[in-house]
């Protein structure tokens, strides 16, 4: 089984900052893209960003020029910089993963989330 553990929430004032990390552990062969969703209260999860094994990046237009994602394939972990924070980031924010399990098996992933992370940013 594949397990992604996220850290790094909190509570901050707006125009402060947070990291976020996700870790994936258990057996697999790669982890192909990590993407990084929240959900506010009464509102759906939406993507917030995205990266893909190659390093290509994908961003929610409300987050653009304010968050970065990066990803280190040797420790298995993806990051989200989240800098000049709003109170409209306040939200659970999880980690997924399509994880490719056997080498052989390309093109075939399996989809993982992590169990969220709060963030949380006064005005």
């Known amino acids: 089984q594949v397990q992604l553990v996220e850290s790094g929430g909190g509570s901050v004032q707006a125009g402060g900052s947070l990291r976020l990390s996700c870790a994936a552990s258990?057996?697999?062969?790669?982890?192909?893209?990590m993407t990084w969703y929240c959900q506010a209260p009464g509102k759906q999860r939406e993507l917030v960003a995205r990266?893909?094994?190659?390093?290509?990046?994908l961003y929610a237009d409300s987050v653009k020029g304010r968050f970065t994602i990066s990803r280190d394939n040797a420790k298995n972990t993806v990051y989200l910089q989240m800098n000049s924070l709003k109170p409209e980031d306040t939200a659970v924010y999880y980690c997924?993963?399509?994880?490719?399990?056997?080498?052989?098996?390309?093109?075939?992933?399996?989809?993982?989330w992590g169990q969220g992370t709060q963030v949380t940013v006064s005005s």
């Open positions: 990266i893909r094994d190659g390093g290509s990046t």
């Open positions: 997924n993963a399509d994880v490719q399990k056997l080498s052989w098996q390309v093109g075939v992933t399996s989809n993982y």
């Open positions: 258990g057996k697999f062969f790669r982890i192909n893209t």
